[in-house]
């Protein structure tokens, strides 16, 4: 009798593990259901999303191919410029097109090394482009607060190390986010309440210990969003100083209208952002299919918007733009 009580002991845990190995081999994907609780409306959603993704790329690119073939724009505001586009185009692409899968043709399924690397892309891509708005930052201050060594301070050298360290950041920061969720055991219905592989809906879904996960995805999120918040303000608390010493209200409504598009660009990125962080994290009040479109806007919105931004508000490019469509216009 103590030796079948033994081996039933040993047996039932044996027996679970293997039935949960066995069930990751069988079930090596995720569910994405879209928007929980809007399955009637997905398809007219999707349409608004569509549009959205469409103006981002066409917007994005043509940043991308002024900035490269007019050798008067190789300047450090618009290389960081084009920094942010290739982010944009990068953050929009890995999201939008499964999302709307998701909506139009119910392609809900998504393998797990897919959602692993869609996730990793989303999270990496996003703390690049707030390492490049903290870069535009910095390019302001040094315009407008030291105007005479703007250039021997941001030399090309110095924009190629500013690049790959806003690169190396996110990649190392995030690349942990994967391995952590090799780790994880899921061992219940992998149905994603989202409409991309977001990281905290898959830690969720897990049925092991994950307050690693959890822990160094809030770290992780203070310590991008802190510290280049912090970073951004210092720069714009010291140009505003300096604004205000110039003397005459014409020149700094110049100084400030240099800025504008970028202020446009950093409210248009963190607002969404922040907000959509803390609802998941903390707004257990809010309706799920409204974070789930907060979320998707955030990774949408400011890739769509940044180029029209920049586009209006920045006269060579505007001018370039112009120029391009006067050309066509001849032809």
Same mark, same amino acid.
């Given at each position: ?40 409306? &997905? ?12 103006? #981002? ?24 410029? #084009? ?17 709307? $899968?998701?909506?139009?043709?119910? $392609? ?9 690397? &869609?996730?990793?892309?989303?999270? #990496? ?17 040094? #315009? ?110 110049? $100084? ?76």
């Amino acid at each position: 009798m103590i030796l079948v009580s033994f081996l039933s002991s040993v047996s039932k845990p044996l027996t679970m593990a293997l039935s949960n190995s066995s069930w990751r081999l069988l079930h090596p994907s995720f569910f994405l259901m879209g928007i929980p609780g809007l399955e009637e409306s &997905q398809h007219w959603i999707a349409l608004p999303l569509c549009v959205l993704y469409l103006l #981002a790329v066409m917007g994005n690119v043509s940043i991308i191919f002024i900035i490269w073939t007019d050798s008067s724009l190789h300047q450090p505001m618009y290389l960081f410029l #084009a920094m942010l586009s290739g982010i944009d185009l990068v953050l929009a692409s890995s999201t939008v097109p499964k999302t709307l $899968a998701v909506l139009l043709v119910h $392609a809900h399924e998504i393998g797990y090394t897919v959602c692993l690397i &869609q996730m990793f892309f989303i999270h #990496a891509f996003s703390s690049m482009e707030s390492g490049v708005l903290v870069a535009m930052a910095l390019d302001r201050y040094v #315009a407008i607060c030291h105007p005479l060594h703007h250039s021997t301070i941001l030399h090309p050298g110095i924009i190629r190390r500013i690049g790959m360290a806003v690169l190396v950041r996110g990649l190392l920061l995030l690349l942990p986010f994967s391995i952590l969720l090799q780790r994880l055991v899921f061992c219940r219905a992998t149905i994603i309440g989202h409409a991309y592989c977001e990281h905290m809906a898959v830690v969720k879904l897990a049925c092991s210990e994950t307050t690693v996960n959890r822990a160094y995805g809030l770290a992780v999120a203070l310590l991008v969003v802190g510290l280049d918040v912090v970073a951004i303000g210092v720069s714009y608390g010291l140009i505003l100083q300096t604004v205000l010493k110039v003397p005459g209200g014409e020149a700094r409504l110049k $100084a400030f209208s240099t800025c504008g598009s970028h202020i446009c660009v950093i409210l248009i990125f963190y607002i969404p952002g922040i907000f959509s962080f803390l609802t998941h994290r903390f707004g257990h009040h809010v309706p799920h299919h409204v974070h789930v479109l907060l979320a998707t806007l955030y990774l949408l919105v400011p890739p769509a918007l940044n180029p029209l931004v920049y586009g209006v508000k920045t006269r060579q490019i505007r001018q370039r733009v112009m120029r391009v469509f006067s050309l066509k216009g001849q032809i």
